[in-house]
């Protein structure tokens, strides 16, 4: 039997606490599953040294981001320390109509939100090994003071509150092996029945 291509996307959600690794795991992924569309989040925070509009992020002001929330553009969107993160409604839907599995990198406000409006979204969150390797890895990054490293672990604490949420839990201890568990995930849900039924039609 020939395979048909998928009717529609899946939509992916990937959460987890700042300094995680996520975007590190991400670009993993990402080599691995050249057929996945990730993302881009709209964010109203300044751009840290390395990154790229329209690449990790698409960086707009604080008056461009309540524009898109008043014209409903956006799937979902939060505040998260002092700054807004969103995800745009079009792209989303142009994607998944298409057949296109779509990665989202989103904390758990808005991983919230989705799943409310998409209920098959797969929601994936990741952690550390331990709560102690995050701090090392956080302190390890240099770019934040002590007090918002502390802001940051304990938004991480209220975070995990919320992980019986999730579909899926991956631990980040080695990037190649989380990457190796997400798509093992993404396989899984790609072989569900209500995934699959238009390759029976018609039998």
Do not use: W
């Not at 529609?8 to 700042?18: A, C, D, N, T, W």
């Not at 840290?48 to 008056?63: C, I, L, M, P, Q």
């Not at 090994?129 to 240099?142: M, V």
């Amino acid at each position: 039997m020939i395979r048909k291509k998928k009717t529609r996307g899946q939509l992916i959600v990937l959460s987890g606490p700042s300094g995680v690794g996520k975007s590190t795991v991400i670009a993993e992924l990402l080599g691995e599953r050249k057929d996945i569309y990730f993302s881009v989040s709209f964010t109203t925070r300044n751009p840290r040294v390395g990154e790229a509009d329209g690449v990790n992020y698409n960086f707009v002001s604080r008056e461009e981001f309540e524009r898109m929330i008043a014209a409903d553009e956006l799937l979902e969107y939060a505040q998260y320390v002092g700054n807004y993160y969103g995800t745009s409604l079009k792209v989303i839907q142009d994607k998944l109509a298409a057949g296109i599995d779509v990665l989202l990198d989103i904390e758990v406000q808005g991983a919230a939100k989705v799943r409310s409006k998409c209920p098959e979204a797969v929601l994936i969150f990741i952690i550390p090994p331990s709560f102690e390797e995050l701090s090392r890895r956080l302190h390890g990054r240099a770019t934040d003071n002590e007090d918002v490293i502390a802001g940051r672990l304990q938004k991480a604490r209220e975070e995990y509150q919320q992980i019986p949420n999730y579909d899926y839990l991956v631990v980040n201890d080695k990037v190649s092996t989380a990457a190796e568990e997400i798509i093992s995930i993404l396989t899984a849900e790609d072989c569900r029945t209500r995934n699959r039924l238009a390759l029976v039609e018609g039998v």
